[in-house]
């Protein structure tokens, strides 16, 4: 194209080279002419005259011929650098489009890097972030509902509760499971300080159990109590051997949680179910024992 950089630079670099010879060509042919003036003019008065004048005359002739002299060496001189100069200039120029290509190159070649990491990341990215509340416990759902064997979950005690609705939910789950002949148990380990333990937590840990003896499915839903001096950890769902929430106990309020969703992740899971059975559930009481500890530490008649 005529308008393309490289011609632009390419029209620059004749022009500064055609002036830079007109310029040493100029310096020599006058310093040429200069001698060829001096030697023209010292000739014929050579032979007619006297000494005194021809010592005149000769004086003259060595300062222009000196004079003429420089000028052709100061030209030759000139064409020789420009010479080199832009044999420089033509080496710079065609290491500077090498260079130029190479980083156009470059630049392609991230940018395919870029999106090759992209494209793994989108396909290949093993989990989900929900980012609120309700879409936490809409997820917790979605899955229960495809349970066909077990349901393990961990929470602490200071974690944010989950709403009515959404035990009377899993209540109903389990309950129509078990009627098409396909029970799931669902086992709960409560973390919890043993100053945690008290008439407070213990009434209103019974009035959740109460929706599942409603709806006849408190004999899928097994509660256990893991004491722990603190209770520092992630809230988690595991269902079946495939999928998990990993959920983010906050102190703020329960509409700020966050979690991880790994959905059909067997290898993950599987990992968590084996932490479950051998960490969560070691030492772990069932919700009666517990109940029985603290009655007789406070000395206190639960039974109703």
Known sequence: ?????????????????????????SIIIVGTLLLLA????????????????????????????CLGLICVILGLERALDISRIETTLDYQNQTLEKTTIQIEKSFINQDQ??????????????????????DIYNNSLLLIEKASSNIRSVVYANSPKAPDSWNETVAGLLK????????????LIICMTHEDMNE?????????????????????FHRYIQFMEKTIGQDCLIVDDKNLIISFPTILSNRTQKALLFENQQETVVQFINW????AMFEALSFKNALKMYSLKNKVNLSK
Not at 2 to 22: E, M, W
Not at 114 to 126: A, C, G, R, T, V
């Open 1 to 25: 194209m005529v308008n393309s950089p490289d011609f632009k630079l390419g029209t620059s670099k004749f022009r500064h080279s055609a002036t830079r010879s007109f310029l040493t060509y």
């Open 38 to 65: 001096t030697i023209i003019d010292i000739l014929p008065i050579g032979l007619l005259a006297g000494y005194e004048e021809l010592q005149s005359q000769v004086s003259k002739a060595l300062f222009y011929s």
């Open 113 to 134: 890097i870029l999106n090759s990491i992209d494209k793994h990341i989108s396909e290949f990215k093993q989990y989900k972030l929900l980012e609120n509340y309700h």
């Open 176 to 187: 129509s499971k078990a009627d098409a002949g396909f029970p799931v148990q669902f086992d």
């Open 200 to 220: 407070q937590f213990i009434s209103n840990t019974e009035k959740r159990f109460e929706i599942y003896k409603n709806r006849d499915a408190d004999i899928y």
């Open 276 to 279: 479950f059975n051998s960490y």
